[in-house]
């Protein structure tokens, strides 16, 4: 990274996988990485010379930094999710938003089933067994998890990745796939899902998963409102953003018995901190945002904004 040419300087917010990265420079352009938060006014002054940013996100790209930006021709966010970026800003300013949807599809899809295995068998408790020295004999009836094996699962936002989740688990444990999407969509080759409302989906799932964006609409579904409405014992898993739900309703679905354990990728707020009322809870299961966080998909996630970065420009 970092070197010169006079195509066009492109800058990242935050360190990626690079490799890919050499192609920007083969085709002329200048790539460097921004020393200081995307706020501060040094970074500000290095943005007026850019032509792209490749942005993280956490990074918050709205009105007010588009009308001081509104030289940009690409902002390519390093993620699927693009509900940092106001978009219309962008669009009215005439800048490509650009993301790595499709590459992180099987890498999120993973890590949503990584939480649902680690719930269901109850992780958190039973790592502590042994990490605390507690594990002293085979128990017939120690901390037991539950099958997964012919159980429905409820998918809400039946996007890319949710269709990936479900069809995964759906070989796997034979589980009865049912959705929720705000529009009507067409369902990958080789996987049964059955199309129900809002309030179905809530009720009727043994596990029910959130893949859907970040919209005025779905902020703050997971409530206590919908909550209350599961099945006793049901399971949780948001990979989607934490804004979706809320942390404290979550709580009193536990304490209440409604929900048996919640695997979170995301967190509301994040970073998740030790004030949250889910910190440390045994049957909470979290993991930092890491739904891409595989060397594979990060590497083909470069690629994908190398690709959107040139095309943008015109040079491919
Ligand atoms: C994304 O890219 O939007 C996902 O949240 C990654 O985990």
Sequence with gaps: MNQKSNSGLILLTDRILEAPLQQLIDHGLEVDLLDTPLEDPKSQERIKDAVGLITMLCDKIDKEFIAKNSHLKIINNYAVGTNNIDR??????????????????????????????????????????????????????????????????????????????????????????????????????????????????????????????????????????????????????????????????????????????????????????SDSPLFNHPDVLVTPHIGSGTIETRMAMTQCCVDNILQALGIK
């Design 88 to 273: 219309d800003a962008c669009e009215k300013a005439g800048i490509i938003v650009g993301n790595t949807p499709d590459v992180l599809t099987n890498a999120s899809a993973d890590l949503a089933l990584t939480l649902l295995l680690g719930v269901t068998r109850r992780l958190n408790y039973n790592t502590a067994i042994v990490k605390e020295g507690r594990w002293k004999k085979w128990e017939p009836i120690g901390v037991l998890g539950n099958d997964l094996t012919g159980k429905t699962l409820g998918i809400y936002g039946m996007g890319r990745i949710g269709q990936a989740f479900a069809y995964k688990c759906q070989k796997a444990f034979d589980m009865n796939v049912i959705y929720y999407n705000h529009r009507e969509k067409e369902i990958i080759k080789g996987l049964e899902a059955t199309p129900v409302n809002e309030s179905e989906i809530f009720s009727n799932s043994d596990v029910l998963s959130f893949h859907c964006p970040l919209t005025e609409s779905t902020k703050g579904k997971i409530n206590k409102e919908n909550l209350a409405t599961m099945k006793s014992g049901s399971f949780l898993i948001n990979i989607s953003r934490g804004e979706v739900h809320r942390e404290e309703d979550i709580l009193w679905a536990i304490n209440e018995g409604i929900l048996g354990g919640v695997g979170l990728d995301v967190t509301n707020p994040e970073p998740m901190t």
